[in-house]
């Protein structure tokens, strides 16, 4: 049963807190690589390739952070399909809570929610 994940656990499932701490200590470079491997998980869950590291990278650096927010938002957007399609309960302010978190300067704090919520995805999968 463990091979019906379109993403292997261990690539997607990440500690928060340890993720949180990693991207302090490297000054957000952890923090990059943790958006790049959550972009790679939904893109296997949805099953199509909606989540560019590279396109949100540089457009987030021209716009200065705007398009960011708009990848915030369309990434939890993204995470309440997979919740439905998996037949999990989801919170549809997710998107709107991750764009206001990002707002106010706190991405660290939005990738860790979309974290949060990418985990029960294998939490729900191992235990039923």
Known sequence: MMNRYPYPEFQARRSIVAGILLSLVTLGIYGLYWQY????TLDAWLGR?????????FLSIITCGIFGIYYEYKMATG???????????????????CVLVAIFGFWIASVA???????RLYERNSNG
């Open 79 to 97: 995470i309440n399909e997979v919740q439905d399609d998996n037949d999990l309960t989801y919170d549809s302010n997710l998107p709107v809570i």
């Open 113 to 119: 929610i979309q974290q949060h919520q990418i985990n």
């Open 49 to 57: 390739n909606e989540f560019s590291f590279w396109l949100w990278f």
């Open 37 to 40: 491997k959550q972009m790679a």
